[in-house]
């Protein structure tokens, strides 16, 4: 992969806003200007389109302290590239800036996983990351990443990559100046009541930090929550760093903006301390 490889955007101006001035006019209406920024270890954020999920993320993100380094952890939606893809080198280009890789972060984790590859080409056209970043770089314009993509496994494998990612925050002595996000949207194209169902026993395991629950859950009640291996990644490192318990700060459906209550997508925003 070549050093200093540029991720363009792929989905500027579908998802979100392609001009910085338009992007931050838009993002200023998402966000909580009242609430107060806290501390914490990881969190749980939607992806979908600002118009549909922006509200659940800005409101999230309007809770935190944006550290500097952001481990952004995310479903592959594509199909591209490995099965767990993380970028260790270049920089991604986005309408508020340009977002730089933290290479010795990344270098490290992929380091001290068996699973984890180093491929830029599952990240070139995937949105669960990107959609982020704006928000994210709205309160903290210095961020740097490590991107990292999954797809669905065994639990010992998941468990493996946030044990890495774990270990190599305390190693790089970074964990004060980092934050785990795990991008996932809730329920797919359900009504109004089962998606709220299925999705309040997702969410209760993991505002128990109780990453087999929640892959049991998912199981069980079939729930069709796109990154539930990103989000259990974060628990099992959440943890490991410390992590004693989780908030729901917003959880909305699809059929809030549209009105349509047959067929609808759950966003969910949860912060662990």
């Known amino acids: 992969m070549p050093e200093l490889i540029t991720r363009k955007p792929a989905v500027s101006g579908q998802f979100y806003a392609g001009s910085a001035g338009r992007l931050k ?9 009242t609430a107060k920024a806290t501390d914490a270890i990881g969190c749980v ?5 600002y118009i549909y999920s922006g509200r659940v ?11 500097e380094n952001i481990i952004l952890l995310g479903p592959n939606h594509t199909g591209y590239g ?37 491929d830029a080409h599952a990240h070139l056209y995937e949105h669960s990351l990107e959609v982020e970043l704006p928000l994210l ?5 210095d961020i740097k990443i490590v991107p990292i993509v999954v797809t669905e496994d065994q639990p010992q494998v998941y468990k493996d990559i946030g044990k ?7 190693e790089s002595k970074l964990l004060a100046s980092s934050l785990i996000v795990a991008s996932s949207d809730m329920t797919h194209y359900e009504s ?10 997702a ?13 049991a859950k998912i199981k069980r009640f079939n729930i069709s929550m796109c990154g539930y291996v990103p989000a259990v990644i974060m628990l099992v490192a959440a943890k490991l760093l410390g992590a004693k318990s989780a908030e729901l700060i917003d959880y909305r459906t699809s059929g809030d903006v549209s009105n349509d209550y047959s067929s609808v997508v759950g966003y969910a925003g949860i912060i662990v301390r």
């Not at 006019?25 to 200007?33: A, Q, R, T, Y």
């Not at 890495?164 to 305390?170: D, F, G, N, V």
């Not at 969410?203 to 892959?215: Q, Y």
């Open 82 to 118: 490995m099965p767990f893809s993380i970028m260790t080198e270049g920089h991604w280009q986005m309408p508020l800036g340009k977002v730089d890789i933290n290479s010795n972060l990344a270098k490290t984790m992929l380091n001290k996983s068996e699973f984890l590859a180093d």
């Open 45 to 49: 954020l939607p992806h979908a389109g």
């Open 57 to 67: 993320a800005g409101k999230t993100v309007s809770c935190l302290n944006v550290k």
């Open 25 to 33: 006019e838009d993002i200023e209406k998402l966000v909580d200007k």
């Open 192 to 201: 109004q009541e089962n998606a709220e169902r299925k999705d309040r026993e």
């Open 164 to 170: 890495s990612i774990a270990l190599s925050l305390k």
């Open 137 to 141: 770089q709205f309160y903290n314009p």
């Open 203 to 215: 969410i209760e395991a993991i505002l128990e930090l109780n990453e087999d629950k929640l892959i």
